[in-house]
């Protein structure tokens, strides 16, 4: 009939799924795919013309990508998991091979918990993984967890789509999300078709909460008919780096008790913190379970962890878990039923979970060296953060606090009307097209500001500090000053 | 206000997602958790009163649960990805540790595509072993393939997740989807609220395709408003067993073209045949395209894959990919896009995938090795397969054709009105009855039929053949004997 095959086809762009087009996933989007282009045209050995050598992917939390080398414990007793035939050569492993006996250990007690690394586990998590979760949990809080209440996952990611999955009901049910946020966020409930209530952080004191603003962006929330069922934090920050004080956990979990308000704590960062100390969202409801007897005894709980980030950075492994806190069985149950259908997280990435929880000790043979290398990477990625915000304090119309945990920073930039005219031009916003130009200038692929929300009015971009050298900082600072030269 | 702390909840049975609570997921159901439970009871190393000594979990494909050793070439290259440190001591590794040099080789080169297999890699996968991937499609087909349309995922389940999201726009949305079928489909249908269009297959040709069945499955739903957009094929069948011979595909397909449909070709069993040979979709349209040029350049195919199955049975590594043929390349952006709000698929499976499509060929150093592996797991397969498919003929009231592929068999069974009866009187369906009381029995967990839909007033369950000796089947037989007596 037609002789163009397309207009044949069931499927096109106007007929899909509508929820999953109207959904945006700016950290990987047009800037990350444009930088995968520059770096395969340099990947053939010469320059094509381009001002820079190479591409530095400082859009996306990717440690093992750039300088970071895997913790030798956890991927020596994963290379036995994948072969246990090696725990026939002891002697091998230790003699010539730098294995250490609790490597071993180690690997026999997973095998024999899980069976084989390629069998599917429990749908929720191997059990006993689970109980070695709950008893980091324990240590880490100060209150007893319970190995019922916790869902391994691929990454936090896909508790996140769990969690959402279950809440939202239909398109009237609304989830607290903060602005800036980490995208999967908004995108995920544009799948899913539910509201997405922005609430802002407050840059001027270090992008923490400001429960007046959520209650504001609750209230008009609820005014338009939203079912607003839960609040989303992260802590520490994705894409702010900032590190919530007790008083900010306090108040937004009084909140959600008033307001019987579902508390999604997004906790993967919980060890990339450089100020102060990580304080998890359990252990302030605990500790406020235990001083107001019966008062929060209702307030619904999940919270997220990861072996993507941190000083494990093992993103490529697809692993995490989250736990529940007085959540209705019923419901767990179906959350239980939910995770079957796609049967289980991946078990080499589950015990990778139980290696990042349950660690060596002090006097175990591994321990000296997991020791050195996980407090290289987290003085590295300190400094690393450090040089970078020096950096930006010197550049014009850039503003940043500073650095307090995550893996980014995120500063304000100040750009003339002429670059906005110029980004108008292209059609694009302005900090998409400062981002751009950094990009076709230096190699540096960052993330505009736009692609996780700001108030109006203002630009920033996300950039994470995890590339090695500083050479990549000077090559910001340079864009910088001819960017701000040339539209002055 | 009140002393139940549920009431003060906001999520409870009946507020949550409406279409997650409607989803049914049978393989992972009530039977599975209880013979977890009888599991967990025996570990401790008495019997409880129990009549079995072990669990045999016939319920699920998990081939390394049981008896399955993994493929050593397999294992040896993932032990290096997880540390490459060994590769500095190649010496040992030949010399002590039985690793060849083709192992060796193999996973540099994966490594040097990869970088890390803890880095996250492109959304769809890493650019290599999708080309891998491509190269074996065109080994297996005749036909050429390319990387671009070609996406890793963890597991199939993961892939048909992303394209049941894609082609469903709405409430309306239908999908054709075989009965019996792999309860993903309708689970999966169930939590994205479109419409599952059930069509029966043929129990009395082998549980084959009639395309008779499928029209009138078919126009009746579009007589309802159903807007049928795609039409799932399981082949080799999941649970039937079935082998889908070439009419039956070429049939398919062309009806997929007259009706505009996208074919969705759940191809994970496909080395899994016993009786005759597996015929790619992507082959035969291809070759359909070929023989009427023009005719068929507008049908959309979606063709899945995976670790889990065939020979390597890894399916705890959550490894598996989908090929699009066809598809308009907006779409596919948009299919890249969902895919990317997840991140990746594992890295590690992505690796396991390249090594299932491009295993040691003849002349390499681990290649009899492989084959010998290879083998014997195909051959035991078969065997069990036969030796079940016997006992079943043996037993009264039971009916079941020859085994023909995939990893099940699915027997027809006939059960008195007095067991009717006593189902009835438990709640429970009469296959359910009988599959709790064979569980509480003999300690084997199969899978009742009506978990899979079956035709009204027919009775079947599914098992798996995977189960290692013959004195799990005595059992089922002494029970089935005696169930019969009982209910007569």
Chains 1, 2 share one sequence.
């Not at 414990?73 to 609790?102: A, C, G, M, T, W």
């Not at 749908?123 to 070695?132: D, K, T, V, Y």
């Not at 379970?289 to 980030?309: I, M, W």
């Not at 995550?406 to 670059?419: G, H, R, W």
């Amino acid at each position: 009939m037609a002789s163009d095959a397309s207009s044949g086809r069931r499927l096109n762009i106007d007929n899909i799924n509508p929820h999953v087009k109207a959904a945006k996933y700016a950290v990987r989007g047009e800037l990350a795919v444009k930088s995968e282009e520059y770096r395969a045209l340099l990947s053939s050995g010469t320059s094509h013309g381009l001002p820079f050598s190479q591409v530095i992917s400082a859009n996306i939390g990717n440690p093992q990508q750039l300088d970071q080398q895997p913790i030798t414990f956890f991927r020596q007793v994963l290379s036995l998991l994948e072969n246990p035939l090696l725990l026939k050569k002891e002697d091998v492993l230790i003699n010539h091979l730098d294995y250490k006996p609790d490597v071993i250990e180690r690997a026999k007690w997973l095998l024999e918990k899980v069976g084989s690394v390629g069998a599917y586990s429990a749908s929720n998590g191997a059990p006993a993984i689970r109980q070695s979760i709950a008893d980091f949990l324990e240590r880490r809080d100060g209150f007893p967890a319970n190995q019922a209440d916790i869902y391994l996952s691929a990454g936090a990611s896909s508790g996140v789509n769990t969690l959402l999955h279950i809440i939202c009901a239909n398109e009237k049910s609304g989830i607290l999300v903060p602005i800036p946020q980490y995208p999967l966020y908004t995108a995920s409930l544009s799948v899913l078709n539910a509201a997405c209530v922005p609430y802002h952080l407050d840059e001027s004191k270090n992008w923490g909460t400001d429960l007046s603003v959520i209650k504001t962006a609750h209230e008009k929330a609820k005014a338009e008919g939203v079912d607003v069922r839960a609040i989303v934090i992260i802590n520490p920050g994705n894409p702010t780096g900032a590190s919530l004080p007790e008083e900010d956990i306090r108040a937004v979990i009084d909140y959600a008790r008033q307001e019987r308000l579902v508390i999604l704590a997004d906790e993967v960062y919980q060890t990339n913190v450089f100020v102060g100390e990580f304080i998890s969202f359990k252990r302030m409801l605990r500790q406020l379970q235990k001083e107001n007897p019966g008062q929060y005894d209702h307030v619904e709980l999940a919270s997220l962890h990861s072996v993507s980030k941190g000083m494990v950075g093992e993103c490529g492994h697809r692993g995490g878990y989250f736990e529940l806190v007085g959540f209705d069985p019923a419901v767990q149950q179906e959350i239980y039923k939910f995770v079957s259908i796609m049967l289980c997280a991946p078990v080499i990435g589950q015990c990778l979970v139980e290696l990042m929880v349950n660690p060596p000790k002090p006097g175990q043979p591994s321990y000296d060296l997991y020791k050195k290398e996980y407090d290289a990477i987290f003085n590295g990625l300190k400094e690393r953060a450090t040089a970078l915000h020096k950096a930006f304090e010197q550049m014009e119309g850039v503003e940043c606090g500073t650095p307090q945990g995550s893996m980014y920073l995120f500063p304000t930039i100040t750009l003339s009307d002429k670059a906005a005219a110029a980004a108008a031009a292209e059609g694009r916003t302005p900090d998409e097209f400062y981002c751009m130009k950094l990009l076709e200038s230096t190699g540096v692929c960052v993330v505009p500001g736009s692609g996780f929300g700001q108030k109006d009015g203002t630009l920033h971009f996300r950039t994470t500090f995890l590339a090695p050298g500083t050479e990549w900082v000077g090559s910001i600072v340079k864009f910088h000053n001819e960017f701000m030269d040339k539209y002055r």
